[in-house]
């Protein structure tokens, strides 16, 4: 059974990058973070010239720097040109009492702590700065889509693969996460050699920037994909907190991030469903899907999940079956959000020639509704919580 405190447990881990000088101040921070989880001390730079670089190879989610910082480029300096290079990261100023600085995000310093200082003053500090940075920050910045289906042959793939090419045509920045780790999906449908990079080639340790554009398959539409390991055994390998940390950097690198899952409930699907802003459900009018459907709206509850987490799309909508809509909405207690037509010919050879039928015909009915989805999608993602739920 999914436990309820699973959101309250999900590994939110802080990536830190420290820049400090003095060797006892920076081995008293380590020294305060070693006993806990959800901080990571990314590395300990001594030089304030290579921050610049650290900061947009690691991407951390916040930067503690010494204002007292000697060599060529002062602490104060520093902190300038963190600001000014806007690298979209909150920054800590260390400081003493005699030396004291004001908080001023308008000028890159979004928090100040003085020595001495406790572990849990350091860590309030590390976490609150970094909650009102990101509540703070654009919503158009990142969003991660999870295109879940409860039951397999319902299309979820090829419209993961299409709807990650339709926000690219609409300008944004997307990456495509083969979420089947175990059969690789993605893998066959676009016809990716054996030995193509995946996700396994990442380091487990220390995730930067180079590491990715190392393993990302480039695809000809223009997105790209981090595919899953090319044999069904080598899946054991990844875990939920590898996969953590891998979503915390894309959501540095990528304005779209959409998942393309498995049906299955385990470790590896939650910690994606986690992450996610919002979860894509697929749905067909076929009474086992539904059933499915049903039963995972309950899992969802017992979870913790809201209700605007999840929206239903139905695939095929106008091959009812014998199931009329208002069937549909009754059983799943509320209207789907989204449709897609069938178009089997197209789809099929799409499919079949590895290309996303968005492209192929971007005129066909499938792909101005793939379109229309993607672009209702991004609208949804930047309304308040709450807004336009039924």
Same mark, same amino acid.
């Given at each position: ?54 900061? &947009?190879? @690691?991407?951390?989610?916040? $930067? #503690?720097? /010494?204002?007292?910082? +000697? ?6 300096? !520093? ?88 926000? &690219?045509? @609409?300008?944004?920045?997307? $990456? #495509?996460? /083969?979420?089947?780790? +175990? ?6 449908? !676009? ?200």
């Amino acid at each position: 059974m999914v436990s309820s405190k699973r959101m309250s447990n999900r590994n939110d881990q802080t990536r830190l990058l420290i820049v400090e000088d003095v060797p006892q101040v920076a081995q008293y921070i380590r020294g305060l973070l070693n006993a806990q989880q959800t901080v990571k001390v990314l590395d300990v730079l001594t030089d304030g010239g290579k921050a610049l670089t650290q900061i &947009g190879e @690691l991407r951390p989610d916040v $930067v #503690l720097v /010494d204002h007292l910082l +000697q060599g060529r480029i002062k602490g104060p300096q !520093l902190v300038e040109k963190i600001h000014e290079a806007k690298l979209n990261v909150p920054v800590i100023v260390l400081t003493v009492p005699q030396n004291p600085v004001e908080v001023d995000p308008a000028n890159g310093i979004h928090g100040v702590l003085a020595m001495p200082f406790s572990g849990f003053d350091l860590m309030n500090r590390i976490s609150g700065v970094r909650k009102e940075f990101d509540a703070t920050s654009s919503t158009e910045s990142n969003r991660v889509f999870s295109i879940f289906a409860p039951k397999g042959g319902v299309g979820k793939t090829t419209i993961a693969f299409n709807m990650a090419v339709a926000m &690219g045509q @609409l300008g944004q920045k997307t $990456v #495509l996460i /083969d979420g089947s780790v +175990q059969f690789g999906d993605l893998r066959s449908l !676009l016809k990716v050699p054996h030995d193509a990079p995946s996700i396994l080639d990442l380091p487990t340790d220390r995730i930067a920037e180079s590491d990715l554009s190392d393993v990302l398959w480039r695809d000809p539409s223009g997105i790209d994909i981090l595919l899953a390991p090319p044999r069904i055994e080598m899946a054991e390998m990844i875990t939920a907190r590898d996969l953590d940390k891998i979503l915390s950097l894309l959501r540095r690198v990528y304005t779209s991030i959409v998942i393309d899952m498995s049906s299955q409930i385990n470790d590896i699907n939650l910690a994606f469903l986690d992450a996610s802003d919002t979860i894509v459900e697929i749905v067909t009018y076929d009474s086992t899907t539904i059933h499915n459907t049903i039963a995972m709206a309950d899992t969802f509850r017992s979870i913790g999940y809201p209700a605007s987490k999840v929206r239903y799309l139905v695939n095929r909508a106008d091959s009812a079956g014998g199931i009329s809509a208002d069937d549909l909405n009754k059983a799943l207690g509320r209207v789907p959000e989204h449709s897609i037509v069938s178009d089997g010919q197209l789809v099929v050879r799409s499919n079949n020639e590895g290309v996303p039928f968005v492209l192929a015909d971007p005129d066909a009915a499938v792909s101005r509704d793939i379109a229309r989805v993607a672009a209702e999608l991004m609208g949804a993602a930047r309304m308040p919580v709450g807004a336009g739920q039924q």
